[in-house]
Structures are given as C-alpha cells and as structure tokens.
C-alpha cells in the first residue's frame, strides 16, 4: 500500500518538489570548488555536451551545470519509482528524458531506442545532456550506449563527478549518495572523450574504456580533495 501511495502523482510531485528545493539548498549553502578551476571556461567551446556519470548521481549533478551552458537535458530511469526524481529534475531546471541506458545493441530495451532518439533532438537543439555510463544494476561498468551517442551526435563526453564533504550515503547497488548543506563541494571534470563518426569496433571499446577510466579518476580525484575515498571504488565486477 505504502509503495502504490508513494507511486501516486500527487505524491510524486510532492518529493520531487521537496527533493529540487533540498538539492538548491545544499548548493547555495556550500563551498564550491571545479576541476578544472574555471570550469565555465573550459566547456564554453565544447557544447552542447554529453556530461556521463556513475549511477546514483542524477540529483547532485545540478550542481555540475556550468553557467555557459544555458540548456539541460538528463536521462533518467522510466520506473515508476524514478518519478519523483524526474519531477525533481524538471524543477532545478532540467528536462528529464525517460528511458535506458542499456546496451546499445539492445534496440528495445526499456524505451532505450526513443530515448536515444530524444537525447540526439535534445543535443540538436543545442541542449547539452547528462545520463550514466554504467547500465543498471551494473555499477561501474561503462555501457555502450553513452558512446553510442557520442558518436551519431557528434559531440564530446565530459566524465564528471560531484562530491561533498557532508552527504548521506546510501548501500545501494551503485553507492547513491545526496550531499548535506554547509558542505565543501568539488565538481571535478576529467578529459574530454570524443568519438569520431566512422569509429569502428574496436575505436567503440576504445571511447568506452576512456569514459570508464575518466570517471575512476573523477571520482577518485574528487572524494580526495574532500577528505573521503570514494565508495564505490571497488564495486566493478567485470
């Protein structure tokens, strides 16, 4: 009953509008620092964007946004229970494209096609966009499908971490975690990938590779200049 309640429209609404004012909060009440340090700069010449992420991310990248870049949008999980993410997403400003990230080769996978499809109008229109490289229940594990992107839309992945020095940390399969307020907070950026439009195979695996090491050391890099060691450092499986 709790859970069919908690999936209600109302309700979701309800949390993802608390959720968007809370996340604004921990932002406006924390100490920023960027890597690189003029992070505004840095992405001023390479948008629109394709900014990848470990799960578990989508609500503290809002702090990741730089202000050259005016037009967001996210992939996000078409689970009922991301709806409330979702909502949230919409209120700090940022269009949520509903759908997967699975394999690449798995056309109709959880809506991962029209997905695709939204993300490349999105990136189109000018609107850079945020989705995690790791497949679900996957942690860790760079997926196909954000190169994918990369490569038929023609514009460069950004692996970026956010990280604060106060935040609750959840055990879940991909080690969420939402920042506290009052904290010191790092948006690390790592080197951009690019994939070029007649990459093969093995350039695909190469691109994947890259994405996967540029978010270890975001994270990695990130958790350290906040005293913290990143928890999730030790969840790849495969």
């Given at each position: 009953?709790?859970?069919?309640?908690?999936?209600?429209?109302?309700?979701?609404e309800?949390?993802?509008?608390?959720?968007?004012?809370?996340?604004?909060?921990?932002?406006?009440?924390?100490?920023?620092?960027?890597?690189p340090?003029?992070?505004?700069k840095?992405?001023?010449?390479?948008?629109?964007?394709?900014?990848?992420?470990?799960?578990?991310?989508?609500l503290?990248?809002s702090?990741?946004?730089?202000?050259?870049?005016?037009?967001?949008?996210a992939?996000?999980?078409?689970?009922?229970d991301?709806?409330?993410?979702?909502?949230?997403?919409?209120?700090?400003?940022?269009?949520?494209?509903?759908g997967?990230g699975?394999?690449a080769?798995?056309?109709?996978?959880?809506?991962?096609?029209?997905?695709?499809?939204?993300?490349?109008?999105?990136?189109?229109?000018?609107?850079?966009?945020?989705?995690?490289?790791?497949?679900?229940?996957?942690?860790?594990?760079?997926?196909?499908?954000?190169?994918?992107?990369?490569?038929?839309?023609?514009r460069?992945?950004?692996?970026?971490?956010?990280?604060?020095?106060?935040?609750?940390?959840?055990?879940?399969?991909?080690?969420?975690?939402?920042?506290?307020?009052?904290?010191?907070?790092?948006?690390?950026?790592a080197?951009?990938?690019?994939v070029a439009?007649?990459?093969?195979?093995?350039?695909?695996?190469?691109?994947?590779?890259?994405?996967?090491?540029?978010?270890?050391?975001?994270?990695?890099?990130?958790?350290?200049?906040?005293?913290?060691?990143?928890p999730?450092?030790?969840?790849?499986?495969a």
């Amino acid at each position: 009953m709790a859970r069919r309640i908690g999936r209600s429209p109302f309700w979701q609404e309800t949390i993802g509008f608390l959720l968007a004012k809370y996340v604004r909060f921990v932002q406006v009440t924390s100490r920023l620092t960027t890597v690189p340090a003029n992070l505004d700069k840095a992405m001023a010449g390479e948008a629109p964007i394709i900014c990848a992420m470990w799960h578990g991310q989508h609500l503290m990248m809002s702090f990741a946004w730089p202000d050259t870049i005016d037009r967001f949008a996210a992939l996000i999980s078409r689970h009922e229970d991301a709806g409330a993410q979702a909502i949230a997403l919409e209120h700090l400003g940022v269009t949520p494209v509903r759908g997967s990230g699975g394999p690449a080769d798995r056309s109709r996978y959880k809506g991962g096609a029209p997905a695709m499809r939204e993300l490349l109008r999105q990136l189109e229109s000018g609107a850079s966009v945020a989705m995690t490289a790791d497949v679900p229940k996957v942690a860790r594990v760079c997926g196909l499908g954000i190169v994918a992107l990369a490569k038929l839309s023609g514009r460069p992945i950004v692996p970026t971490a956010v990280v604060t020095s106060r935040r609750i940390q959840f055990n879940s399969w991909d080690r969420a975690s939402i920042g506290l307020p009052f904290s010191r907070a790092v948006v690390y950026a790592a080197e951009v990938v690019r994939v070029a439009p007649d990459a093969d195979d093995a350039a695909m695996e190469a691109a994947r590779l890259a994405v996967q090491r540029g978010l270890d050391e975001a994270h990695a890099k990130a958790y350290a200049m906040v005293g913290a060691v990143d928890p999730g450092a030790h969840l790849r499986t495969a």
